[in-house]
């Protein structure tokens, strides 16, 4: 359906001065969603959070159940590819207002 990240609470809520209390989740949700399998290979859920500056995926199963989150941290506490880790905290934290 959709998901909820920071990023949506932040523009959302707080830019617009929204009541946190009264505004409906499915109204402020991400609706296009970027997720990967769980057997998918590292390098495309790094590719796909990078080229869609993302901080978090969903990680889901063959039946597109949610299986787990992989986020920007995971990537940069877990994986041994300092050159990885690196270039993928760069592509996420590019300003959408630079691209």
Do not use: W, Y
């Not at 959709?2 to 001065?17: F, H, N, Q, S």
């Not at 009541?19 to 997720?35: C, H, K």
């Not at 969903?58 to 597109?64: G, T």
């Not at 920007?72 to 959408?96: F, G, L």
């Amino acid at each position: 359906m959709g998901i909820v990240t920071d990023r949506d609470l932040a523009l959302e809520i707080v830019a617009k001065g929204r009541d946190p209390r009264s505004t409906p989740v499915g109204e402020i949700m991400s609706r296009e969603l970027v997720s990967c399998r769980v057997d998918d290979e590292f390098e495309e859920a790094l590719a796909a959070m990078a080229q869609r500056q993302l901080r978090r995926i969903p990680v889901v199963d063959k039946n597109n159940q949610v299986m787990g989150i992989i986020s920007q941290a995971d990537v940069a506490t877990r994986v041994n590819k300092p050159e990885a880790t690196a270039e993928v905290v760069k592509e996420i934290s590019k300003s959408h207002l630079a691209s």
